[in-house]
């Protein structure tokens, strides 16, 4: 008989963090994250996101043993902008289809109490976070602060009555073969007709330039399905965690007037340093990172986006451009585009025909409550 509890007090969130560095220790593709990342993640004081968020985090045991772990999200901010009335779950691991069952009516019964009519997810704990489940390519490694998870979990999720709601697409580039010398004429084309400059972010005023950054993020996504413009604050929060391995030639902005029409994001993929470090700064956690850290062959293009009324006008290709320029200079050898809406035409089409390879399928699933 599975036992559902809540992790609420030090001992019992301590607890939760831990299941899944105990669940995957010497897993071949698991990367463990740093734990006071993680921590930060669920922090309802000190993580902006649950200023407009309720959250409840459980715990499933059988006897004296820990199975798994989910937490309950009411995300007020999505309701309110989609007209929706659902519940989410996150931070979701388990080690059977009984506990996944267990979990899941947990959570149910916390949406219920709210008056949600349906429950999704997995948020972690939302979409400007770490979303979805693998469904596919278990045989490779997790880019920077995308899930990670083994093939049982969709059959658990799905025998607990939930369906697939959207699917978010992974995309591999090589940086080594973008046509970077045919961008030439429409640089010089752009420069004459939009005055468009194309930018690093400049590290020295970094809450600025996350503020623009931000905008143009909000005003690109937002008629995208399940987007929530982050605030001021929780976009800060995310960027303070990224502050460490920003590499400014992964971060351009593109204006036109001093004024930012859009932006392209890449952070170092870490993961390639951070298992040894086994999810711990120190003691030499830290220092393994900082001396590895300029060794790192991967990125992970976390944003990508123009405002409406430049996204005709060649200003994506261009940052894209000098994106996959950068990259050549910086010898990253594979870069990841993640995520993308599965109906998100234009973009993928765009990304199919720039040479980018549809590897990996992550799923958000939805279950309708009586």
């Known amino acids: 008989m599975i036992e559902i509890r809540p992790a609420a007090d030090r001992a019992s969130v301590r607890s939760f963090i831990e299941f899944p560095y105990r ?73 059977s289809a009984e506990a996944t069952r267990a979990l899941m009516e947990r959570v ?7 008056g949600r009519t349906a429950v999704r997810g997995p948020m972690n704990p939302s979409l400007n976070h770490s979303a979805g489940l693998q469904i596919d390519a278990f045989d490779t490694d997790p880019f920077l602060m995308m899930p990670c998870n083994p093939p049982e979990y969709a059959e658990y999720i799905e025998a607990a009555g939930y369906a697939k709601v959207k699917d978010l ?6 940086p080594r073969d973008a046509p970077t010398d045919r961008l030439t004429p429409l ?44 605030s001021r604050e929780e976009f800060w929060h995310i960027v303070q965690d990224l ?21 392209a994001i890449a952070a170092p993929d870490i993961n390639e340093v951070l298992r040894p470090a086994g999810g711990r700064l120190f003691p030499l956690g830290l220092p393994r990172i900082l001396l590895r850290r300029f060794i790192v062959t991967r990125w992970r293009i976390v944003i990508v986006g123009v405002i409406s009324e430049y996204r005709n006008t060649g200003v994506l290709p261009l940052l894209m451009g000098g994106l996959m320029a950068n990259a050549q200079g910086r010898r ?39």
Request: glycine share 8%; charged share 25%.
């Open 243 to 263: 502050r460490p391995i920003i590499d400014p030639e992964g971060a351009l902005v593109a204006e036109v007037g001093g004024r930012a029409v859009g932006c």
């Open 187 to 230: 640089v010089e084309r752009l420069k004459q007709r939009y005055q468009v400059v194309v930018r690093p972010v400049d590290m020295r005023n970094l809450e600025e330039e996350a503020e623009r950054i931000r905008e143009v993020y909000a005003s690109a996504w937002k008629d995208n399905w399940g987007f929530v413009p982050p």
């Open 169 to 174: 697409y992974s995309w591999l580039l090589d």
């Open 23 to 95: 669940k995957y220790r010497g897993h071949p593709h698991w990367v463990p994250p740093l734990r006071v990342t993680e921590r930060a993640q669920i922090d309802r004081e000190k993580n902006p996101f649950y200023r407009t968020a309720d959250m409840e985090l459980f715990t499933a045991w059988d006897g004296g043993r820990m199975v798994g772990r989910i937490a309950a999200i009411d995300d007020h901010a999505h309701n309110r902008t989609h007209g929706d009335n659902v519940a989410m779950f996150g931070f979701f691991e388990a080690d």
């Open 332 to 370: 990253i050898s594979v870069a990841e585009c993640s995520w993308t809406l599965e109906d998100n035409t234009a973009v993928n089409l765009a990304l199919s025909q720039g040479g980018a390879t549809h590897y990996k399928t992550y799923r958000l699933y939805q279950k309708a409550l009586a």
């Open 108 to 114: 149910e019964r916390f949406a219920a109490g709210r």
